[in-house]
């Protein structure tokens, strides 16, 4: 699967003052301001975190929310800067398109996916940002952003005098960063809030493909992780695939998932590892940063007798601890605002 995005408006050359991280979710937006390091600059500047609540997202008018999100914009000092943003995967409807047989055109593929769309959701597709991973010798993943949010965004760019780099759901762009780091017999998953979202993936590396892309509601702040291995075996048994070995999270760490090998088992019952990236910059202005995740124990019976073990990936972000103050996203602070701008 290759690495896509939703629309946006076209990103500068390039751009001395830096850039701006926004992260939308259901009941808040937080932005994180980062300057562009400068010749002479005797110290590095701090990153600039604001966040602000959200009216009822579901029904407030895209000016009502534009004038909220373009605030928290200026909090951070992003007035005029490029904003990379990410959707919370509440917000997000995620969908796999097979193309037709006999498609030719790409006409035929976006009418093959507002066509699974009606047929899942029982309404239209018009009022709603559709993007996929267009393909037409393979079923793709489709994800839907409701239209209004999008013109919203758009519009608290343009008061700030800003660009729209890019736009993704916050599934999208963890899979789009470590997509080619998923091994075989992986799961990758994302955690925010109370919605964890599964990728179910076949194949590995390059080869790595999403069979199905499901959000599941957590039951309670920290779920136990009987919870997390039926979730994964029903979902597994949905889609006609074994468990995985591994499941890549990111997200906040649940501390119940850490469970420490029982007494006299066998070393192969946890499976120690880490789940790594050397980031091209930080946003501090370093040259390099590394994502790492250890594993968190036993949680499955696959067929052939091994355990899952979770993965968290960690960022090295001086800006992530930063973030992790806030309440609205704190889950999104290792991946939305991990390593420089693309």
Not at 223 to 251: F, K, T
Request: hydrophobic residues 50%; aromatic residues 6%.
């Amino acid at each position: 699967m290759r690495k896509f995005s939703m629309p946006a408006w076209p990103a500068p050359f390039a751009t001395r003052r830096g850039h701006c991280r926004l992260a939308l979710s259901r009941g808040a937006v937080a932005v994180l301001g980062i300057d562009a390091p400068r010749f002479g600059r005797a110290r590095k500047t701090a990153p600039r975190v604001a966040e602000r609540p959200l009216a009822d997202i579901a029904t407030a008018a895209p000016d009502e929310l534009a004038a909220q999100i373009a605030t928290a914009l200026d909090e951070a000092g992003g007035k005029g800067m490029p904003v990379y943003a990410t959707f919370s995967d509440d917000l997000v409807r995620y969908f796999i398109v097979t193309p037709p047989a006999n498609s030719a055109r790409m006409h035929d593929l976006r009418a093959a996916a507002g066509l699974r769309f009606q047929m899942l959701y029982g309404e239209s597709a018009a009022a709603w940002q559709l993007v996929a991973d267009w393909q037409a010798g393979a079923p793709f993943l489709a994800c839907a952003v409701s239209q209004r949010l999008h013109t919203a965004l758009q519009l608290a760019v343009r008061t700030q005098r800003g660009c729209l780099a890019t736009v993704a759901p916050n599934f999208v762009a963890a899979w789009n960063r470590w997509r080619r780091r998923v091994a075989a017999d992986a799961w990758l998953a994302t955690l925010h809030g109370h919605t964890l979202t599964l990728g179910l993936v076949s194949g590995a590396a390059r080869h790595a493909r999403l069979a199905a892309v499901r959000n599941l509601m957590l039951p309670e702040q920290t779920p136990p992780l009987a919870w997390l291995q039926e979730q994964i075996v029903r979902a597994a048994l949905l889609d006609n695939m074994a468990p995985p070995s591994v499941l890549h999270v990111h997200g906040a760490q649940i501390d119940a998932w850490y469970v420490a090998a029982p007494v006299g088992a066998a070393p192969a019952s946890v499976t120690a590892g880490t789940s790594a990236e050397t980031s091209a910059g930080t946003s501090a202005g370093t040259s390099a940063g590394t994502s790492a995740g250890t594993s968190a124990g036993t949680i499955g019976t696959p067929a052939d007798g091994s355990g899952i073990s979770v993965r968290w990936c960690l960022t090295g972000n001086a800006a992530v601890p930063a973030l992790a103050q806030t309440t609205a996203l704190p889950a999104l602070a290792q991946l939305a605002w991990g390593g420089a701008a693309p």
